[in-house]
């Protein structure tokens, strides 16, 4: 990614800043679009893992939809050019204004997460006389085997419809008489790398199916979440997802019934590796059995690494002396304030330039201003 002129362009900006390649998140897309019409599957872009304005435009340029889980992410949505009709909205806590506001602009699927949010869903859309269309999530009660904070589909999880309530709704189908349940929906969470856990993923969606026949719904499509997970290791070396090993997944295993289109919606492996967060060492300094490297980025940037110890690899972009082992860490008055500990970089001192790679996808959409800290800027490829 970083070829030594492009270093030289970057060392003239004041730091820290998030850059993102666009022609990376072209190729990106392309194989991603070339991949999703080959198996015919329909994916929606997740506006959470990041909404910047120029990345979301080029997403919308390809002809992906949108996966939402505020009113604010629809509103975007809808700000950037996504078609209504493209727009799906999720969320265990969505408010009246926000369902009303979804109802109102006709997106393509309000995703159900409870029996209470489906009477308010349907009581709101009767108010407004319309009928909303609707998706259930179901909670799968399946392990994805991944970060315990970004596990969403076991039952312990609040996400989703539990068994216990989807008795229910389904014996009281009848009342809901300004929704029409249109699909089923599952996300079972995120940066997922085992693939099988995509084909369990599967098996539960084909016996809930089963189950569903036994009642008078037109389920026209299955959407199965996001989650493809990316290599946070070796971006250079896999900088796009294998796609196609992850569709292929679902075109063995998965059983549509004929009318089903079958929907996806990727976050994470779209964006993370387009984006790195580039800081500079404001001071080296020893410790008692460490060396501290220290940035004048920090969790207020990229929070990953603190919150759920994230791995991002991290390059100095302006050394090539021999290797020493360094802690990594920001300004922020927080011992969590860290981007690595037991990094091998080359000797490193004030002033260097360092890169924090795969920083594009939940890195600036969940900055903070903790500390008062000013916002990191953008740079783009294209401008630079
Ligand atoms: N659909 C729903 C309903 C979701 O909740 C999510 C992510 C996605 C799709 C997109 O998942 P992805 O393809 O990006 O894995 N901040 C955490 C990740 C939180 C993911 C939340 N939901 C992190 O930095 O790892």
């Known amino acids: 990614m970083f070829t030594s002129d ?48 120029r990345i979301l435009q080029r997403i919308r340029e390809y002809g992906f939809g949108a996966d939402c889980v505020s009113g604010n992410e629809v509103r975007k949505a809808l700000e950037v050019g996504f078609p209504a009709s493209d727009i799906v909205f999720a969320g265990v806590g969505k408010t009246d204004q926000e369902i009303q506001f979804a109802i109102r602009n006709n997106i393509h699927s309000l995703n159900c997460e409870s029996l209470q949010e489906l009477e308010v869903i349907n009581a709101l859309s009767q108010q407004m006389n319309r009928v909303a269309p609707v998706s259930l999530r179901l909670n799968p009660g399946l392990d994805a085997r991944t970060h315990q904070y970004i596990t969403t589909g076991l039952e312990g999880n609040k996400f989703g419809i539990s068994q216990v ?17 249109i699909g089923l929906h599952f996300h079972i969470g995120s940066q997922i790398t085992d693939l099988e856990v995509f084909r369990e993923l599967c098996q539960v969606v084909n016996a809930i199916q089963e189950k569903f026949a036994a009642y008078p719904l037109q389920l026209s499509h299955l959407n199965l979440g996001g989650g493809l997970g990316i290599d946070y290791y070796h971006p250079d070396e896999n900088p796009i997802p294998d796609y196609h090993a992850f569709f292929q997944v679902f075109q063995e295993s ?11 919606e990727l976050g994470r492996a779209v964006v993370a590796q387009c984006g790195a967060l580039i800081s500079r060492v404001t001071y080296v300094k020893r410790g008692l059995n460490t060396r501290f490297v220290i940035l004048d980025a920090g969790m207020t940037e990229l929070i990953r690494p603190a919150l759920y110890h994230g791995y991002h690899k991290i390059q100095n972009l302006t050394s090539s002396e021999p290797s020493r082992v360094y802690d990594v860490v920001g300004p922020v008055c927080e011992s969590a304030d860290f981007f690595g500990k037991g990094v091998e970089l080359p000797e490193t001192r004030r002033g260097d330039l360092i890169a924090i790679r795969s920083v594009g996808a939940y890195g600036q959409v969940m900055a903070s201003r903790y500390n008062l800290r000013d916002p990191a800027r953008v740079i783009y490829s294209d401008q630079i």
């Open 165 to 181: 309530e989807l008795e229910s709704i389904l014996k009281n189908l009848h009342q809901f008489t300004h929704i029409n349940i």
């Open 6 to 53: 492009l270093i030289e362009k970057l060392n003239q900006h004041s730091t820290p800043f998030y850059y993102y390649d666009l022609d990376l998140l072209e190729r990106n897309l392309q194989t991603l679009q070339e991949a999703s019409q080959a198996y015919g599957y329909k994916v929606h872009y997740a506006l959470k893992a990041n909404v910047d304005e």
């Open 254 to 264: 998965l059983k549509p019934l004929p009318q089903q289109t079958i929907h996806f």
